[in-house]
């Protein structure tokens, strides 16, 4: 008898509980993404909110190896783009039309540098009518350049958080 009262009593501690799904991690529980993983993350600012104390806008412009800096300004002095947008109220601007206007008629973007790093822009791509190259504000107050086709849908973003542009001499 006693022999089975603690067979009993090894089978009730042994026994597994009813199966229940694993708890599901609260988003403070999972790691910061960093460095290289937060890189890869596809990051859409539109639905976060916009940053009621964003910073002035300012860009570094290097033309013909001079600094300088386009503050918001400068960007006053260009009109915006109105053809398209992807619904959001930001503003917009042809990059084609703020160098020709800031710089001169002849100038060219070289290259466009931000987050993602430097993206280097030919000057077939430069001069193609049917693309609109363009930077526009985000909810955060950065700017991010992308290209716009000739009825001015939005492709994907080239270059985020945008600090510097080189113009071509």
């Known amino acids: 008898m006693r022999k089975l009262a603690w067979t009993a009593v090894v089978l009730i501690a042994c026994s597994k509980p009813a199966d229940k799904p694993p708890p599901t991690p609260t988003p403070a529980a999972e790691p910061a993404a960093t460095g290289e993983q937060a890189h890869h993350r596809k990051h859409e600012d539109r639905r976060e909110p916009v940053v009621a104390n964003a910073p002035p806008l300012k860009l570094e ?4 190896g001079e600094a300088t800096t386009w503050d918001q300004a400068a960007f006053d002095k260009v009109a915006k783009y109105t053809k398209g947008s992807d619904g959001e109220a930001r503003d917009v601007w042809s990059l084609r039309e703020l160098a020709h206007q800031l710089v001169g008629p002849n100038a060219r973007v070289a290259s466009v540098t931000g987050e993602d790093g430097t993206k280097a822009i030919d000057a077939a791509a430069w001069s193609d009518e049917a693309k ?3 930077l526009h504000t985000t909810r955060r107050g950065t700017l991010k350049f992308r290209w716009a086709d000739a009825s001015g849908k939005w492709g994907e973003a080239a ?9 071509a001499p």
Do not use: N, R
């Open 61 to 64: 412009v290097s033309v013909k």
């Open 132 to 134: 609109t190259p363009l």
């Open 159 to 167: 270059v985020k958080d945008v600090t510097k542009i080189e113009i």
